[in-house]
């Protein structure tokens, strides 16, 4: 595994008080949380910036790191001496400073490098007696595309649940789950998993795992709700004389009539082609002109004679009113 | 070791739904004090009687989640957690509203 300097990561010296350290995380934390930040890779940033605050806030677990030494550097191959952690007084003989169970969870996406020294079976790992007698349900976020959501769909994640072992420490378990998407879910849908979040150390109640659906941007359709809209580009004269288009819609194409004298900007409706639901969405088609370019003498020929034999043609005249 | 499990079991978790409050605070890793204080700063409706009866919409949990999220990471309390929510739920609104405005003007 790589070594990970957490002083680094956090932007602070060796010697960094424990209050620099707070305000640092505090201002990466803001920069990189997923539910604000914009920055690429945020997700990843931010845990490898709560990884090094879960270190480095801890008095303990920060003098336990700083005995590696400051000769490492980040991305370095690491293994965890044999003696580690040996020499420390764990309050209550288990993780120093630990809030119960609440951590293990925060914890998953943590480095190898961070399961190694504080996870696991090390003395800094949470015990089971701080934890509590049910199983937590978790809470995880599926991003889907919008196809999936019209026709449903089987998706496999790949998820960690802390589990007890023989031994009496806790370990984070893979699995994989697979997942039915039904038909017609919406964005921001909830999908419930009864049984399916954390086991409960006591034979108590498992948690349930509850995933919010998100429906990824989609190239043709703007979705709203169970509604969708594709904005359809038209040629002049299928606005003006009006035409039958074909137009893609998430269950296959269909004809479509554009009346004549349609306007950029028009929408016309599909009713029921939207999300399939009690009621299903409708499908609205958004026209948008699409001008050919006067890019031939044909072409320009053309536009010249509409400027001819159309002059009382104003498209400014409500700017006059 | 990974090993494979077959859900079979998906419920659909509908606008008509409720949670109670207890769950909330358990899929959100909240205190429930803190749930109540976002509700009442009008990001959740909370309905029933008495505390073990208190039940939200399920359609609030990924709000809630949300501001809990910023509130445990960030260190913001619970005011500023639900103005952040709805600011951030509005420059979506925005944002897709731009998105969809810039393909007719492309």
């Known amino acids: ?321 | 070791m990974s090993h494979e499990v077959e859900v079979h079991e998906v419920r659909l978790v509908g606008e008509a739904d409720w949670i109670a409050a207890v769950d909330i605070c358990r899929v959100c890793r909240i205190e429930l004090d803190a749930v109540i204080e976002l509700a009442e700063l009008g990001l959740a409706a909370l309905r029933g009687g008495s505390m073990q009866e208190w039940q939200f919409p399920a359609a609030a949990l990924p709000r809630l989640a949300m501001a809990a999220r910023l509130m445990r990471d960030l260190g913001v309390n619970a005011s500023g957690a639900a103005l952040a929510v709805e600011l951030l739920e509005t420059q979506r609104e925005l944002e897709r509203r731009i998105r969809h405005l810039e393909r007719l003007t492309d």
């Open chain 1, 1 to 321: 595994m790589e070594y990970r300097d957490y002083y680094k990561i956090l932007g602070v010296a060796r010697t960094a008080t424990a209050e620099d350290i707070k305000k640092s995380y505090r201002r990466l934390a803001r920069k990189y949380h997923p539910d604000v930040s914009k920055e690429k890779n945020a997700e990843e940033k931010f845990k490898e910036v709560q990884e090094a605050y879960e270190v480095l806030k801890d008095p303990e677990k920060r003098a336990a790191y700083d005995q590696l030494g400051s000769g490492w550097k980040s991305g370095q191959q690491f293994r965890p001496p044999p003696d580690w952690a040996s020499g420390f007084e764990f309050r209550g003989g288990a993780r120093p400073g630990g809030g119960g169970g609440a951590h293990a969870f925060e914890e998953e996406g943590f480095s190898d490098f961070f399961s190694s020294l504080f996870g696991g079976a090390s003395p800094f790992a949470t015990s089971p007696r701080q934890r509590q007698q049910a199983g937590r349900d978790h809470h995880a976020r599926v991003d889907i595309d919008l196809e999936e959501a019209f026709g449903g769909g089987t998706r496999t994640l790949d998820l960690k649940r802390p589990e007890l072992k023989t031994d009496g420490t806790v370990e984070l378990r893979a699995r994989t789950v697979r997942v039915t998407i039904p038909a017609g879910v919406t964005d921001g849908q909830l999908i419930r998993l009864a049984g399916q979040g954390e086991a409960a150390p006591g034979g108590g109640r498992t948690g349930d795992l509850y995933l919010e659906l998100h429906i990824r941007p989609h190239r043709l359709f703007q979705l709203d709700g169970r509604d969708v809209t594709l904005t359809l580009p038209i040629a002049p004269w299928e606005a003006a004389l009006g035409a039958t288009v074909t137009v893609p819609t998430l269950g296959g194409t269909v004809e479509m009539q554009v009346p004549p004298g349609a306007q950029s900007g028009q929408k016309l409706r599909l009713r029921g082609r939207g999300l399939p639901g009690q009621p299903p969405g409708d499908a609205y088609v958004q026209l948008k002109i699409v001008l050919p370019p006067a890019s031939s003498p044909e072409a320009r020929a053309l536009y010249e004679d509409m400027r001819a034999k159309l002059a009382g043609f104003d498209p400014r005249a409500d700017l006059r009113r």
